[in-house]
């Protein structure tokens, strides 16, 4: 299957201070990413969907200034979690899809980062 | 009502023995079908991606589609322990960008 990579695995930060992680098609073009948010036990919840290139479409509570989302290449986007607090803490998940076919495509994930905020 | 509906277990079964996962859902407009396994703090890894009815083998793993029933499953023949992780249906509307997921079964294997 394709391969979609995430950086960091697991990252530490300091109350008030912004991480950014990395989602990387390897192997295709990623049309359209999508940023999940993962509690324990839990199911994954989408946060926003980015298409390349254009502003990125946030899901309902999640909040635009808070969580910054870049895709500005077809096999790159970013996610940046801005003056982070505890309550930021979570395991993030990069998906990624290419739609720019007629055939609707499987989705593909990465690694995920475990953010834990100080 | 939760579009898709999936049993969260736990599932606890001896090695060798046959799982069967499943989920349910309620909207027809759901024409691709996905199962993924995530172990601990790990990102989802696609095991399965079909979108016709009847049955789907790769390996140990059979999908299996029921459009008119609005119900899929997925088959594990042999379980090994390390096939213990959550098991995530999810599904897409033709022309969607989206995922709808399950909540994920929880399965553990035991030796």
């Known amino acids: 299957g394709a391969v979609v990579s995430q950086h960091p695995s697991w990252v530490i930060c300091k109350s008030g201070t912004s991480v950014k992680i990395e989602c990387r098609s390897l192997?295709?073009?990623?049309?359209?990413m999508f940023w999940y948010r993962q509690f324990p036990k839990q199911s994954l919840m989408l946060m926003a969907t980015?298409?390349?290139?254009?502003?990125?479409?946030?899901e309902q509570g999640v909040e635009k200034d808070k969580f910054l989302i870049n895709h500005a290449s077809l096999t790159l986007s970013t996610l940046t979690v801005t003056s982070a607090h505890p309550e930021d803490s979570s395991f993030y998940i990069c998906?990624?899809?290419?739609?720019?076919?007629?055939?609707?495509?499987?989705?593909?994930f990465g690694q995920g980062t475990r953010l834990t905020v100080v | 009502q939760k579009e898709v509906e999936q049993d969260p277990g736990p599932l606890s079964v001896p090695e060798g023995a046959i799982v069967s996962l499943n989920c349910t859902y309620s909207?027809?407009?759901?024409?691709?079908f996905m199962w993924y396994r995530q172990y601990s703090r790990k990102g989802p890894e696609l095991l399965m991606y079909?979108?016709?009815?009847g049955n789907k083998e790769d390996g140990r793993f059979t999908a299996q589609v029921d459009k008119s029933s609005k119900y899929i499953s997925l088959f594990i023949r042999d379980s090994q322990p390390s096939d213990s992780a959550t098991y995530l249906c999810?599904?897409?509307?033709?022309?969607?960008?989206?995922?709808?997921f399950g909540t994920g079964t929880r399965l553990t294997i035991i030796p």
């Open positions: 998906s990624a899809r290419d739609l720019s076919g007629l055939m609707n495509t499987e989705a593909f």
């Open positions: 999810a599904m897409i509307r033709f022309g969607n960008e989206k995922l709808t």
């Open positions: 980015s298409n390349e290139g254009s502003k990125a479409t946030y």
């Open positions: 192997d295709f073009q990623a049309t359209t």
């Open positions: 079909t979108y016709s009815s």
């Open positions: 909207n027809s407009a759901f024409q691709y």
